[in-house]
């Protein structure tokens, strides 16, 4: 039986989800969602979670005049509690800071250590904690700043331990020939990085406040980025999971593309584990052409448009904006607009309208429902999201609300229905037969509409009461 493993990266808590987190797990639930209805519930695992023992933690703990372990609970709640509400739908939760991961991290470290990869050496050079990790001087910008969190890397000089990854640079590049890493452009870019040569790398700080002991020498902690990747792995050790391992497919932003399918991978490698069967990085967006951030000011929450507009619109807006596995912007103007005319006007006004209209000349009752002229239509919407191609399903649901809207208008069947009941019979059993595959490609994008549609639909015999699907918002 064929199985399936979504993951999502496990989020840092120093902070509260904002709308690039949230389009990272959107994309993995409506991913979930469809192999769901493919496969079964049984045969989907889908994991997502807190990376805990940073940095970054100590750091925004004490801003908070916190207890370490009373702000990571607080927080972890908070980017759980917050996926719940926008209508994520995950099967378990991991964080760094359980036993069951800080046990698979010992398990894995011994065997790599066992293995011969790892040994003790000094690493002299720069540390970016925002990253939480080592830099090169041609990594910094022209101040000298780390281009990402514009400030400048600490210099470290510790005793560290490495992790010899320099040896799996012919495996690693195996793994890239068998499509370890989608889309293409990513590849390509790994591939040159591996080939301009791997360096051994530093997997224990001496220096850190917080995270997990290392195994063989206690004045250490475990590197964040090791113990992270493991997350994975430690949360399908149990209650008869361990199959999924063979089935996994991570779902990252391509700006942790080398961790995921350069280091993870040879981790995995050295300890005998079969690596990740794929993985796919999608990119960056900013909001009305402007990078997101907390400077600026424009950080957004998921609450903030999920309270207004409701769950469906947040997915929908977020992941028909730009083709996943691209860059884009998400356009508050184009947000409002797809709301106003594609759901409320669109999808929202149809399934209200045809349903009124049966019950107005029909009484309610179903003739027929023509489905047959949806199986191609299904075909190529079902291809869509097996290729990750999210934002051409939805544009595809558009496009078929937009033809039954079309068959409605054109044959006038309000007017029909008065002067040639048998030819309006026909139509409403051709618009029962659209709404029904519009409520089941509804059920993977618009998961909190579909139960309302589904209840219009009815029974076999009579169509339900009509409902607003999307109200009007000021
Ligand atoms: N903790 C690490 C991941 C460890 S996985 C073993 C981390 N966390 S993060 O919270 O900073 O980021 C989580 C995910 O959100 C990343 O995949 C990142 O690419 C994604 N995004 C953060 N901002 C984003 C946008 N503005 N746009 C798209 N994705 C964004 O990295």
């Avoid at 370490?68 to 209508?87: A, C, F, P, R, V």
């Avoid at 909001?287 to 207004?308: A, F, Q, R």
Wanted: proline share 3%; charged share 30%.
């Amino acid at each position: 039986m064929e199985k399936i493993y979504l993951t999502t990266p496990i989020y840092y808590v120093n902070d509260i989800p904002h709308i690039g987190h949230a389009y990272n797990i959107l994309a993995t639930d409506t991913l979930a969602r469809y192999w769901r209805k493919k496969l079964g519930r049984e045969n989907v695992f889908f994991l997502t979670g807190t990376d805990e023992n940073s940095q970054k933690t100590v750091d925004a703990a004490a801003a908070k005049d916190q207890e370490i372990y009373e702000y990571l609970e607080d927080m972890s709640k908070n980017w759980k509690t917050t996926w719940e509400q926008i209508g994520i739908d995950f099967d378990d939760f991991i964080r760094t800071t359980e036993a069951r991961h800080v046990d698979t991290v010992n398990k894995i470290f011994n065997t790599i250590n066992k293995n011969g990869d790892i040994y003790k050496g000094k690493y002299e050079g720069l540390y970016c904690t925002g990253c939480e990790a080592f830099k090169k001087e041609t990594d910094l910008d022209e101040e000298g700043n780390c281009p990402d969190h514009k400030k400048a890397p600490e210099m470290l000089s510790e005793d560290n331990y490495f992790f010899r990854l320099s040896k799996y640079e012919k495996p690693l590049l195996e793994l890239f020939e068998n499509n370890l890493l989608l889309p293409e452009k990513r590849r390509n870019e790994m591939v040159s990085f591996i080939k301009g040569g791997l360096e051994d790398v530093s997997i224990s700080r001496e220096s850190a406040e917080f995270g997990i002991e290392l195994p063989i020498d206690k004045k250490h902690k475990i590197y964040v980025w090791f113990d992270a990747l493991i997350n994975y792995y430690s949360a399908v050790r149990q209650d008869g999971r361990e199959d999924f391992w063979n089935y996994v497919n991570h779902i990252i932003g391509k700006d942790i593309s080398k961790f995921h399918t350069i280091i993870w991978p040879a981790m995995l490698l050295s300890a005998g584990i079969v690596p990740p069967k794929s993985v796919f990085a999608h990119g960056f967006f900013t909001v009305d052409g402007t990078k997101m951030s907390k400077t600026l000011g424009n950080v957004i929450s998921p609450l903030e448009l999920s309270d207004k507009f409701g769950n469906d619109a947040l997915r929908v807006g977020l992941l028909s904006s730009f083709e996943f596995g691209n860059d884009g912007d998400f356009s508050f103007r184009n947000f409002e607009e797809l709301y106003r005319t594609k759901l409320a006007g669109g999808v929202g006004n149809l399934f209200n309208r045809v349903i009124v209209l049966i019950h107005k000349f029909k009484d309610g009752k179903k003739d027929i429902t023509d489905y047959s002229a949806h199986e191609k239509s299904l075909k190529q919407f079902n291809a869509f999201l097996k290729d990750k191609k999210i934002k051409s399903a939805i544009d595809h649901f558009f496009a078929t609300v937009d033809q039954c809207n079309q068959l409605m208008n054109e044959t006038e069947v309000w007017k029909l229905a008065k002067t040639d009941p048998e030819a309006a019979k026909e139509i409403f059993g051709k618009l029962l037969g659209y709404l029904e595959f519009i409520a089941n490609m509804a059920e993977i994008l618009l998961p909190e509409s579909y139960p309302k549609m589904k209840a219009m639909l009815g029974d076999e015999e009579k169509v339900g009461e009509a409902v607003i699907l999307f109200e009007r918002v000021e």
